[in-house]
C-alpha cells in the first residue's frame, strides 16, 4: 500500500460568522429545521456525505452550556448497525496532536528543550537515518525536519492487504525510513511526514523510559478521563466501531483492523467524537500544557499553516483565532476544530465510501480530498458562528 493519503496542507476556509442561539443536548433524531443556523450546516453537510456514498458520519459539537452530536450511515456494511454518536474510530494522523503534548510536557519537565538536537537521543537515529546535520525537537513537532518516509518501504504495493495485517513497532518503522534520501536542504522547510511523529514516540519513551503508550495513558488519556481512546488494537467483536473499507480490483475490503498502527504515535489513536473534543477543550483551555509550551505550540515553527502538531486556522471570533486539526487515512477521516480557548470545540468522523487505493486508482483521492476541504470548511463554519453568538 503506497503512501495514505492526507490533507497536506491547510485549506483555505471561509469562515461564516453568522449568528445564531442555541443550547442543550440533541440527538440524530432531532429535525434539522428545529437547529440553529450553524448546527443545521453541519447536519445537512453529513447528510450529503451520507447520500454521496459515505458509510458512515459522526459529528459532535461543545459550546459553554450546551453540546449537540449525531449519526448518520450505518458502523457495518455486513450488519447494517446504524452508526452511534459514541463508536469508536482509528483517527489516523490526529494522533499526533496527542503525540505533541508529551513531547511537550518533556519541554516543561526540562528534559529537553525544544531546540535541542535529537540526533544522539533517540535510539537508532543517527546511525539508521543519517540526518544532513543538527535535527531539532521544534523541526520534527513542525514538520520542517525533511526527515524521510518510511511508508513507502513499509507499505508498498497496490495489494494493501499484507500491509494491513502486519504489525509495525515504532523502531521497525525507523528502520524502514532507512535508505531514503535526506537532502540539507529539505531541512527547515515544511512537509509533512508521519515520521517525524514515529522518531518524537521514540524521543519520548526514550526520556521517560517506558513504553509511548503508557505515557501517552499516563499524561493525557487517563487525567481526562477519555474512556474510549487509546492505542491499542481494536477488538473487531465490538459492536460500537465505525468500519472503513477500500475496495481491490472491483472488491470490498473490511479495512477497520488497525494492526498495522496499533501503538504508533503518529497514527495509532483509536477515539470517540466525544473524546477528542473533550481534550481539544483541555488543551486550549490551558490543562494539559504550561502557557509558554503551549503559545509555542501555537505558533508553529515556520510560516507554513501546521504549527506543532495542529492547524493553524484563519482568525475567527477569538483574537488569536482557531485551530484544526486533521487525522485520515484512505478509508476514515476525522476533522476536529477548536476556538484558541478551547471553549467551542466541533468534531466529525467520516467512514469514506469503498473507493480504490491510492496506487490502484489515484484519481480516487480527489474525491476523498474534496470530502475532506468539506469538514474542515463546515465545522469552522460551526464553531465560528457559535463562539461569534455568545
Known amino acids: 500500500m503506497a503512501r495514505r493519503s492526507r490533507m497536506a496542507a491547510a485549506l483555505p476556509l471561509a469562515l461564516m460568522l453568522a449568528a445564531c442561539q442555541y443550547s442543550g443536548s440533541t440527538s440524530s433524531s432531532t429535525p434539522s429545521a428545529s437547529l440553529s443556523p450553524a448546527i443545521a450546516s453541519l447536519d445537512e453537510q453529513a447528510k450529503l456525505f ?17 453540546q449537540w452530536s449525531s449519526a448518520y450511515g450505518v458502523r457495518d456494511l455486513d450488519t447494517k448497525d446504524p452508526a452511534q454518536p459514541g463508536d469508536m474510530v482509528s483517527v489516523g494522523s490526529l494522533t499526533e496532536t496527542f503525540t505533541a503534548v508529551t513531547v511537550l510536557k518533556l519541554v ?5 528543550g525544544l531546540d535541542d538536537p535529537v540526533n544522539g537521543v533517540i535510539p537508532g537515529f543517527e546511525a539508521e537515518l543519517h540526518p544532513p546535520g543538527p535535527i531539532t525537537v521544534r523541526e ?15 507499505m508498498g504495493g497496490v495489494d494493501f492487504r499484507p500491509a494491513l495485517a502486519q504489525p509495525l513497532t515504532l523502531e521497525q518503522a525507523l528502520k524502514d525510513a532507512a535508505g531514503q534520501p535526506w537532502p540539507a536542504s529539505a531541512v527547515g522547510n515544511y512537509q509533512w511526514d508521519e515520521t517525524n511523529y514515529i522518531a ?10 517506558k513504553p509511548f503508550p503508557d505515557v501517552l495513558n499516563e499524561e493525557v488519556i487517563a487525567p481526562l478521563g477519555l474512556a474510549h481512546t487509546s492505542t491499542s488494537r481494536l477488538d473487531l467483536t465490538q459492536k460500537d466501531i465505525l468500519h472503513g473499507y477500500l475496495t481491490l480490483h472491483g472488491q470490498r475490503i473490511d479495512t477497520t483492523d488497525n494492526t498495522h498502527l496499533a501503538g504508533s504515535s503518529a497514527e495509532g489513536l ?5 473524546d477528542v473534543n473533550a481534550f481539544l477543550a483541555a488543551l486550549f483551555g490551558g490543562r494539559l500544557l504550561s502557557p509558554a509550551s503551549l ?36 478509508y476514515t477521516f476525522t476533522v476536529a476544530v477548536a476556538s484558541s480557548d478551547g471553549k467551542y470545540t466541533a468534531t466529525m468522523v467520516l467512514a469514506l465510501p469503498p473507493l480504490p487505493g491510492t496506487p490502484e486508482d489515484p484519481s480516487a483521492d480527489q474525491q476523498r480530498q474534496s470530502m475532506g476541504e468539506q469538514m474542515q470548511s463546515t465545522l469552522s463554519e460551526t464553531v465560528n458562528s457559535l463562539c461569534s453568538a455568545h
Open 50 to 66: 451520507i447520500g454521496s456514498g459515505a458509510v458512515s458520519a459522526v459529528a459532535q459539537v461543545r459550546w459553554p452550556g450546551g
Open 108 to 112: 516543561d519537565d526540562h528534559l529537553i
Open 140 to 154: 520534527l513537532l513542525g514538520q520542517t525536519s525533511g526527515i524521510p518516509s518510511y511508508i513507502p518501504a513499509s
Open 200 to 209: 518524537l514516540g521514540l524521543l519520548v519513551q526514550t526520556l521517560r523510559k
Open 270 to 274: 483509536i477515539s470517540t467524537v466525544g
Open 295 to 330: 503559545a509555542q505550540m501555537e505558533k508553529g515553527a515556520s510560516p507554513a499553516p501546521y504549527a506543532l502538531g495542529i492547524w493553524k486556522g484563519p482568525q475567527g471570533c477569538t483574537s488569536s483565532g482557531s485551530f484544526h486539526i486533521a487525522g485520515n487515512e484512505e
